[in-house]
């Protein structure tokens, strides 16, 4: 009996010291899985350039590349050092955790790249806790503290960034929270600070490998001037948008953006709203796009390209809505609300037809001042003579040529209301075909 016990004793213990060496094995396969998911990205290359896993921790030393920069290779290049210890227990960041792996890593400067930032000794720019819990779930936190980088003349001063990230499913649900402090600086004369931001995302990968799911993005304010005092402000701008399923094959995205206030040149935009919805995507379709934006091809050289994506995913039934989007302009306020239904299907007849045989519906409420603006910018686009006044003069006459034919009507406040239709290949204002000169 004695000896039983102690054997099982024995196996206990064996049992018990292989579990780190079991899970350093589960661990590394969880490191290269993180470092393939970052290399889904165009613009960042990972190599793990060395492992060395004992029984109790690890270490990895790894290359990073920033790609997109128009600088050399060796100053794109950071290397990264990172001790994995091995669960299931392990003691670290002043508290217990029952887990897989716990690791850190530290992102650090050459001494060159270091000069070239004037960080003098301080060459870890940037670091990483990861948490690879029992259960699969894998937990990040990613931290860069304040720097300013160069002189009077050029410099950068950013407060900080954090990023908090948990993935589940074997990397396909993500639940991220990024939060940049803010940055000022001067770069060529150009005075600029940005105010701080935060996104939020949880999102989920499918079996297509299209990710759905709500991201929503603040950016508290920013500013850019140049020497002769001219430049760009604007004040809380926040973005939301989404993806989500609504059939076996189909999904609807919306986008919501409000910007309150926008300053160009002393030109003060005051509240403006944009709310976008497409329904009924190709959900096949929409994530091999989704795929695409992570080569450099287009993540990198974007172009018409988009263009030919965007109308391709439009299926037979597809809509396009635009609801209560307004902006306060220095010539009055806009507000368009717009509707378009495509009805053949673009994999046949080409983005062109699915434009030319789609239905739209345009309904637009504006200011005086406001439309003779738009009227002036299409004359000066078209015209072809030097005289500058010519421009106005046609928008005047031809808002008029509108307002006594009926084609446009104002309110009792003095608001235009106009309403655009194309259907037939025919377009209408206000219920009549529209013709505008150009001579």
Known sequence: MAKKCIFYVLLVILLVAM??????????????????????????????????????????????FLNGLDISQDFRRLVVYTRIKHGPFAINWSRFHFVQAMATARFVLSPEQ??????????TIATARIRFKINGIVKLHFTVPKFTHGSDEQMVTMDGMQWDVVFSKHYGTVVSNFSFLGATGVISGHEFSLGEIKSDYRGEKEANGLWIGERILRLKSGKSKNANGHGITFKNFFLSNSIAAAGKNVVNFALAATLDELAINNMVYGTNNLNFEVTNLNKKLLGDIQKSLFSSAIALSPGSIFVELLFSLLGNGSEIKIVNSNSYTPWGKFSLD???????????????????????????????????????????????????????????ETLDDFAKSGKIFSDDAGVFNITIEYKNKQMLVNGKPLVISVK
């Open 19 to 64: 579990l780190p060496l079991l899970c350093g094995i589960v661990a590394k396969k969880k490191c290269r899985g993180l470092v393939e998911l970052v290399n889904l990205s165009p613009l960042i290359e990972t190599r793990v350039i060395r492992y060395d896993r004992g029984w109790f921790s690890s270490h990895a030393t790894l290359e990073l």
């Open 114 to 123: 270091s000069f070239m930032l004037k960080r003098e000794s301080d060459y």
């Open 338 to 396: 717009a509707n378009v239904m495509c009805d053949i299907s673009p994999q046949t007849m080409g983005w062109l037809a699915t434009l030319a045989s789609s239905k739209m519906e345009i309904v637009m409420k504006t200011e005086k001042a406001f439309l003779l603006y738009v009227l002036e910018k299409f004359y000066k686009n078209i015209s072809s003579v030097g005289d500058a006044l010519i421009p106005a003069i046609k928008s005047r």
